[in-house]
């Protein structure tokens, strides 16, 4: 927890009041945005990204597997979220691991939709190699490396990056000679496909402090927070996914407002995010 005086409270709750945050923002802008990508060469792609203080590493690992029974057409996706002790004191022992947990639900809540697949910002589709026999299952891992604030929006942006820089590798399947036999599989060392990722959402988090919401929270203005929405939001302003937290009710008007301001806001991150994204990536291939 962070340790404010009254007077630092006030301050915080008093800027905000007036769109002036005390960092110089306004309410909803974020901060400096930083990204780098493939930089972890056992990956299949690789992500780093920072958000003020807020820094975050994702990783995806790709390997072949089957696909669930009940769902015969599509890949799967795991989310795990690792807090380094290193990066806040709250993350030391039981408190990492609870906001460790935490994090994974709330990312595979709004890359991935619900248990059917519905709404999932991933193509899981796009993971089959033989229906029903075999697919791509990737691994996605989250560190948290320093934590300022706003560690879900964060995340969400490194995955998204990730998922950017991810080859998969070629797949050439012989038929087997009987069906109780298993197919031949040759994976090509050479043969990538981008994975694709322009339905990928971004995540953006609007805080309630007082009267008022704020993107892009720190830390000290998230102790002072009454509750907190997490809206995941594609490019064609869908909703993919919706976290809550905070003990504090919402009147159902004022979600419907904050939906509407987080579109507009997802507007400007995606568009930020996809040209640093491509930057990232141009000087990774230099």
Same mark, same amino acid.
């Given at each position: 927890?962070?340790?404010?005086?009254?007077?630092? *409270?006030?301050?915080?709750?008093?800027?905000?009041?007036?769109?002036? /945050?005390?960092?110089? /923002? *306004?309410?909803?802008?974020? /901060?400096?945005?930083?990204?780098?990508?493939? #930089?972890?060469?056992?990956?299949?792609?690789?992500? /780093?990204?920072?958000?003020?203080?807020?820094?975050?590493?994702?990783?995806? *690992? &790709?390997?072949?597997?089957k696909p669930n029974p009940l769902q015969p057409n599509k890949g799967k996706v795991s989310i795990f979220v690792d807090c380094s002790p290193t990066a806040a004191p709250m993350f030391q022992g039981r408190g990492g691991e609870d906001l460790s947990a935490e994090l994974s639900v709330a990312l595979q809540r709004s890359f991935l939709g619900g248990k059917s697949g519905a709404g999932a910002g991933i193509n899981l589709s796009s993971l089959i190699v033989v229906e029903g026999k075999i697919c791509w299952d990737? =691994?996605?891992d989250g560190l948290v490396l320093s934590s300022d604030g706003n560690l879900l929006? @964060?995340?969400?942006?490194?995955? *998204?990056? &990730?998922?950017?820089? @991810?080859?998969?590798?070629?797949?050439?399947?012989?038929?087997?000679?009987?069906?109780?036999?298993?197919?031949?599989?040759?994976?090509?060392?050479?043969?990538?496909?981008? #994975?694709?990722?322009?339905?990928?959402?971004?995540?953006? @988090?609007?805080?309630?402090?007082?009267?008022? =919401?704020? &993107?892009?929270? @720190?830390?000290e203005e998230e102790s002072q927070m009454s509750s907190a929405i997490s809206f995941s939001i594609n490019k064609h302003g869908h909703i993919c996914g919706l976290t809550k937290r905070g003990g504090s009710g919402l009147d159902p008007s004022v979600i419907l407002d904050m939906l509407s301001v987080a579109k507009h806001v997802s507007e400007q991150l995606m568009m930020e995010l996809d040209s640093k994204i491509s930057a990232a990536e141009a000087c990774e291939a230099e």
């Open positions: 927890m962070v340790g404010l005086s009254s007077g630092e *409270k006030h301050f915080i709750q008093g800027g905000i009041a007036q769109d002036l /945050r005390s960092d110089g /923002r *306004k309410r909803l802008m974020y /901060r400096p945005i930083s990204i780098e990508t493939g #930089f972890i060469p056992q990956a299949n792609g690789s992500a /780093r990204v920072r958000i003020g203080a807020t820094e975050v590493i994702a990783s995806v *690992k &790709a390997e072949l597997g990737l =691994y996605i929006d @964060t995340l969400g942006a490194a995955i *998204k990056a &990730a998922l950017s820089d @991810t080859g998969i590798p070629k797949v050439n399947v012989n038929a087997a000679t009987s069906p109780e036999e298993p197919a031949e599989v040759d994976i090509s060392d050479e043969e990538l496909f981008k #994975f694709e990722t322009s339905g990928v959402p971004v995540i953006v @988090t609007l805080t309630k402090v007082g009267r008022h =919401y704020i &993107a892009d929270a @720190t830390s």
